[in-house]
T-cell receptor, first 110, second 113 residues
Framework: GDSVTQMEGPVTLSEEAFLTINCTYT??????LFWYVQYPGEGLQLLLK?????DKGSNKGFEATYRKETTSFHLEKGSVQVSDSAVYFC?????????FGEGTQLTVNP | EPEVTQTPSHQVTQMGQEVILRCVPI?????FYWYRQILGQKVEFLVS????????KSEIFDDQFSVERPDGSNFTLKIRSTKLEDSAMYFC???????????FGPGTRLLVL
């Protein structure tokens, strides 16, 4: 079946550091790709998405580019803040379902 | 901004009891979903629902589970006889169309003792 793989976590960074969280997906069909974020004690919030190859999703300084050739959708941010501390989930759709990666816990220290 | 709401936020139940988790999807959305997240594990798809029917269900969604849209606003997940391994966070989601962005509620944390 379809799957999504994220880099192993947790990730700990200092404020203003550069962030990359890797995500790869199985290449069946033409999925849309998503990053969701889960802040402590809250539900899943859509962070950004891309619906076709070479699309770049962006929001709140985060970016991810849909790379069909490498089946990747890596999340990046140039300068993280303490408030970015959360769990980040990569996901792809497969029909009516979303398939999620394992989640990556990000902690940003001041 | 419209949002998906879920009640209760927390529920504790005894093994073998029935529980009903409630969700109010975004009002103009047509597709509804349930997911669960066992502590420390991935978010897993349970079921999708459209036009008063199940569209798709996962292998997790066995005969102990059922979903219903009892009125024009609520969407419920019922677990008939809870097991210890049903302890998880349950998320409801909705989307305007199939394969469009799914918007999630804050979740219900279910603890089965």
């Amino acid at each position: 079946g379809d799957s999504v793989t994220q880099m192993e976590g947790p990730v700990t960074l200092s404020e203003e550091a550069f962030l990359t969280i890797n995500c790869t997906y199985t290449a069946t069909g033409y999925p849309s790709l998503f990053w969701y974020v889960q802040y402590p004690g809250e539900g899943l919030q859509l962070l950004l998405k891309a619906t076709k190859a070479d699309d770049k999703g962006s929001n709140k300084g985060f970016e991810a580019t849909y790379r069909k050739e490498t089946t990747s959708f890596h999340l990046e941010k140039g300068s993280v803040q303490v408030s970015d501390s959360a769990v980040y989930f990569c996901a792809r759709n497969s029909g009516s379902r979303l398939t999620f990666g394992e989640g990556t816990q990000l902690t940003v220290n001041p | 901004e419209p949002e998906v709401t879920q009640t209760p936020s927390h529920q504790v139940t005894q093994m073998g009891q029935e529980v009903i988790l409630r969700c109010v999807p975004i009002s103009n959305h047509l597709y509804f979903y349930w997911y669960r997240q066992i502590l420390g594990q991935k978010v897993e798809f349970l079921v999708s629902f459209y036009n008063n029917e199940i569209s798709e269900k996962s292998e997790i969604f066995d005969d102990q589970f059922s979903v219903e849209r009892p009125d024009g606003s609520n969407f419920t997940l019922k677990i008939r006889s809870t097991k210890l391994e049903d302890s998880a966070m349950y998320f409801c989601a909705s989307s305007e169309e199939l394969e469009e962005t799914q918007y999630f509620g804050p979740g219900t944390r279910l603890l089965v003792l």
